[in-house]
């Protein structure tokens, strides 16, 4: 269901008009982690009802950042990485790349004329986790990809749970 919703996000992300601020660090407190929003994506609005996550785009809307935290639901967090893998393959994602180990793990893949990078890092002794979500066009591969190697460096995850 997390995963659904998670998703649902993602695709109204692709439609919203963006809002005028700048460049920060985004922090959810309800999960607890920070992630340094890279420059050139500002909030679509504000944090979700629930406080899961936040959404960012570029000025031109051919990139997305979808940051969001959850609870593990499943019996491990490399299952719920799997999970999530899955899930996007049954919505017609072509993943082309998976790795992780010890408390994270990424999958990245295709649909269409997009790419979407997705990591995932266990938090709270793998009783929640921190997600971020890099989904941009195929033509803008140049500009994003380098981007794919900083996220584990801009995510800070939560080590004081509750």
């Not at 420059?39 to 979808?66: H, I, K, P, Y």
Request: charged share 15%; hydrophobic share 40%.
């Amino acid at each position: 269901m997390r995963t659904q919703l998670a998703a649902a996000t993602l695709a109204a992300a692709l439609i919203l008009p963006i809002s005028a601020q700048g460049a920060e660090t985004y922090t959810n407190a309800r999960f607890g982690f920070q992630f340094d929003v890279p420059d050139g994506f500002t909030a679509v609005q504000a944090s979700s009802e629930n406080g899961d996550g936040q959404v960012f785009v570029t000025a031109d809307q051919r990139a997305t950042l979808t940051l969001f935290g959850g609870n593990v639901t499943e019996p491990s967090f490399a299952a719920e990485v799997g999970q999530a893998t899955q899930y996007a393959r049954n919505t017609g994602w072509n993943i082309t790349y998976e790795a992780g180990q010890n408390g994270w793990g990424v999958y990245s893949g295709l649909f269409t004329d997009q790419i979407l990078y997705a990591r995932m890092e266990a938090q709270c002794n793998d009783t929640q986790f921190a997600a971020v979500w890099l989904l941009f066009q195929v033509q803008d591969r140049p500009v994003f990809e380098p981007l794919t190697n900083e996220l584990a460096q801009r995510l800070k995850t939560n080590s004081d749970c509750k």
